[in-house]
């Protein structure tokens, strides 16, 4: 199943959803634009790199051009391919608009980069020592579904499915949010149990990433919602 957009208006306009898909779409078509050894370059210094930032956790000196934590913050913004950022960019754009309203402008871009800075984290604690780097804003969006299903669980959203042939229909949001997460669940231990056996380390979807920022939006969307809304 894949969103398409939620039935729930809002009472302003979500720029920043609107600011945070630009930003995303313009530094994918840099990407495109480098060569392959120049995106190499641009994920080592901009992507979070695990043993890079185990490393520097511990005080050795990186030669990097920003801080090694800061990647937490400027790898949400990178992706690996055409697929990756559509997909994230439509849950951004359907989920996303919703918890700017209810959150704020300015909240919501706090707790936007702190789902997405603690879900790498967590994909960091799984693989310490891992030379792949990790990217993507599908941590920081797995923070919107969390907040999502607590504060809207039961608004439609118009999905498309796919069972041979494809067709729109409207679901509670809790459907497509649960259905998510748990894909994710039984993704990430059948990763780890892959990952354990080969004793190597493999690219793919970060999926403890999305688990994590899940976690952190569902603890986080109440807190933030809680502060008093000055926007």
């Known amino acids: 199943m894949f969103p398409l957009y939620d039935n729930n208006p809002t009472r302003s306009t979500p720029f920043l959803t609107y600011g945070l898909i630009g930003m995303n779409v313009l530094i994918f078509l840099h990407e495109v634009s480098l060569s392959d050894a120049q995106l190499r370059q641009f994920f080592q210094f901009y992507a979070v790199i695990p043993r890079e ?15 090694e934590f800061a990647t937490l913050f400027t790898s949400q913004f990178l992706h690996g391919g055409w697929w990756h950022l559509i997909s994230n960019m439509v849950y951004l754009w359907v989920f996303g608009n919703n918890i700017e309203d209810r959150l704020g402008h300015f909240k919501y871009l706090i707790f936007y980069l702190i789902c997405g800075a603690g879900a790498a984290l967590c994909q960091w604690f799984i693989g310490m020592n891992s030379g792949i780097p990790s990217l993507g804003a599908s941590g920081a969006i797995s923070g919107i ?87």
């Open 53 to 67: 930032l185990s490393a520097s956790f511990a005080g050795a000196p990186i030669n990097q051009p920003i801080p």
């Open 145 to 231: 579904l969390g907040a999502y299903l607590i504060f809207f669980p039961r608004t439609q959203v118009t999905t498309l499915i796919f069972v041979g042939f494809i067709f729109t229909v409207s679901i509670p949001a809790w459907i497509i949010i649960g259905f998510f997460i748990a894909q994710n669940i039984i993704s990430g231990i059948a990763d780890l149990q892959q990952a354990a056996r080969m004793a190597v380390e493999s690219g793919g979807v970060a999926y403890w990433a999305h688990i994590g920022g899940f976690v952190f939006g569902i603890i986080l969307g109440p807190l933030f919602d809680s502060f008093k809304n000055d926007d």
